[in-house]
C-alpha cells in the first residue's frame, strides 16, 4: 500500500478522504476536535508539497437530505483557525460549480467539499457519484481509517477514478499499531473486552482465540457469558439468545488453553440510575430485580494482575456503566492500570477512547485508535475496503 510520502503530488489536485465527524453543540460549536488535528500531518505535507488540497468529509447522518445543522462549515471556519491559512467551503461535494471552483485552485490552495452524506449516493456506494468525485482530483489520500471499513462511493469507487491512490499519515499509523498489537505482538497478548453486547463483539471474540493469550471480559456482555455457566445474574443485561453460543465459546478457549477470566464480584444496582442504591456482591450472590453494573473489587484486582503481567493489551469497551459515577470505578481503576504498565497499549472504540480520556491518563496509552469499527473488523480477522481498495 502506497502512502502520500510516496507519491509526487506537487501541483497537483488532491483528493483527501478524513473523518470530521466531530461532535458540536446546539450552537454549532466544535466540542472535541481531536479528529480534526488527527489529520494535521497529511494536511500539512500535502501543503508543504505544494498539492492543491481538496479535502471531503461527512457529517451524521443526513440521510441524503441537505440538512443546515450537518453542514462543514463549522469545520472549515475552524481548520482555517488551526491552519491560520484560508479553506473555501466548496458549495455541495460535486457537479459543475465544484469542478470549476477546484479547477482553478492555485498549488496550496485548500477547498473542503460540503457534506458527502448529503448525497444519499455516498453510502450506497453509488459508481456515478464515486466517478464524479474522482474528476475533481488527481490523486486520493485516504486517511479516514473510521470509515474505511464501509464500502462508501468516497472510500472504494473513487480511488477507480484518480491516477494515483494512497494513504495518509493516519490511516498508515492505525494500521501499523493494529498490526504490531494483534499480527506481531509482544507476549503475553492481552485483549480486554467490554461493552454491552456479546452480538456486536463475537466475531472479534471468535477470532482473537486464535491471537491472544488470555481475555478479560468486563461490561454487561460478561453477564451472558456468567449466565451460560449458571450463575443468576438477576435483572442483569444479557442475550438469551446468545447463552449457547456463550457457552461454546468459553470451551473452545479451554481446549485451545486461552485464560478467560470473567468477573468474580459486582457492583450491582436496583435501578439503571445514578442515584440508585447499590451492594458489592459475589457474581453468585446477585438478588432477584438487582443488576450488575460495574466489575467489582475482587475482579479489579485479578484484571489488575492480568494486566500487570501483559506484554501488549488490547481494549474494546468499558467495565460497566462508567458514564454513571458510581458505576465508574471498574473503568477508570483499568484504565489506570493499563497506562501504568509497560505493554503497548491500544484501545479501539468510542466509549474506550473516551472512558480513557474521562480517566486522565490518555498520554500514557501507547495509541488510542480513531475508528471503532474498523477496529472492530479488524479484530475480527476482516480486511477493510478502505484499504484493499488503495492497493
Request: hydrophobic share 45%; charged share 20%.
Amino acid at each position: 500500500m502506497k502512502t502520500i510520502r510516496d507519491l509526487d503530488i506537487t501541483g497537483k489536485r488532491l483528493l483527501l478522504r478524513v473523518d470530521f465527524n466531530v461532535p458540536m453543540d446546539e450552537q454549532g460549536n466544535i466540542t472535541d476536535d481531536i479528529r480534526i488535528r488527527r489529520a494535521l500531518p497529511t494536511i500539512e505535507h500535502a501543503l508543504s508539497q505544494g498539492a492543491k488540497l481538496i479535502i471531503c468529509s461527512h457529517m451524521g447522518r443526513p440521510k441524503g437530505q441537505r440538512i443546515a445543522k450537518y453542514s462543514l462549515n463549522p469545520i472549515a471556519t475552524h481548520l482555517q483557525n488551526i491552519l491560520s491559512k484560508p479553506v473555501t467551503l466548496a458549495p455541495d461535494c460535486i457537479g459543475e460549480e465544484v469542478e470549476t471552483l477546484t479547477n482553478t485552485m492555485a498549488n496550496g490552495d485548500i477547498v473542503l467539499l460540503e457534506n458527502l452524506r448529503f448525497h444519499a449516493e455516498e453510502t450506497a456506494g453509488d459508481t456515478d457519484f464515486a466517478a464524479q468525485l474522482g474528476k475533481l482530483a488527481d490523486t486520493y489520500i485516504n486517511d479516514a481509517f473510521a470509515v474505511s471499513h464501509r464500502a462508501h462511493a468516497s472510500v472504494v469507487g473513487v480511488t477507480k477514478h484518480c491516477n494515483e491512490c494512497g494513504a495518509g499519515f493516519l490511516l498508515e499509523k492505525e494500521m501499523d499499531y493494529f498490526h504490531r498489537s494483534m499480527n506481531s505482538p509482544a507476549r503475553p497478548l492481552v485483549a480486554i473486552v467490554g461493552g454491552a453486547k456479546v452480538s456486536s463483539k463475537l466475531g472479534a471474540l471468535e477470532n482473537m482465540l486464535d491471537m491472544v493469550d488470555c481475555m478479560l471480559i468486563g461490561g454487561a456482555m460478561a453477564n451472558t457469558f456468567l449466565k451460560s455457566q449458571g450463575v443468576e445474574v438477576g435483572a442483569s443485561k444479557i442475550e438469551d439468545d446468545l447463552l449457547e453460543t456463550a457457552r461454546n465459546f468459553l470451551n473452545k478457549a479451554k481446549e485451545k488453553k486461552i485464560a478467560i477470566h470473567l468477573p468474580l464480584d459486582v457492583t450491582v444496582a436496583d435501578s439503571f440510575s445514578p442515584d440508585a442504591a447499590t451492594q458489592l456482591l459475589s457474581v453468585n450472590k446477585i438478588p432477584e430485580g438487582w443488576m450488575a453494573l460495574d466489575i467489582g473489587s475482587q475482579t479489579i484486582e485479578l484484571f489488575k494482575k492480568v494486566i500487570n503481567d501483559a506484554k501488549t493489551i488490547v481494549w474494546n469497551g468499558p467495565m460497566g456503566a462508567f458514564e454513571m459515577e458510581a458505576f465508574a470505578n471498574g473503568t477508570m481503576t483499568l484504565a489506570h492500570a493499563v497506562a501504568a504498565s509497560e505493554a503497548l497499549s491500544i484501545t479501539g472504540g468510542g466509549d474506550s477512547n473516551a472512558a480513557v480520556t474521562q480517566s486522565g491518563v490518555a498520554n500514557d496509552i501507547s495509541y488510542m485508535s480513531t475508528g471503532g469499527g474498523a477496529f472492530l473488523t479488524l479484530m475480527e480477522g476482516k480486511e477493510l475496503p478502505g484499504v484493499v481498495a488503495l492497493r
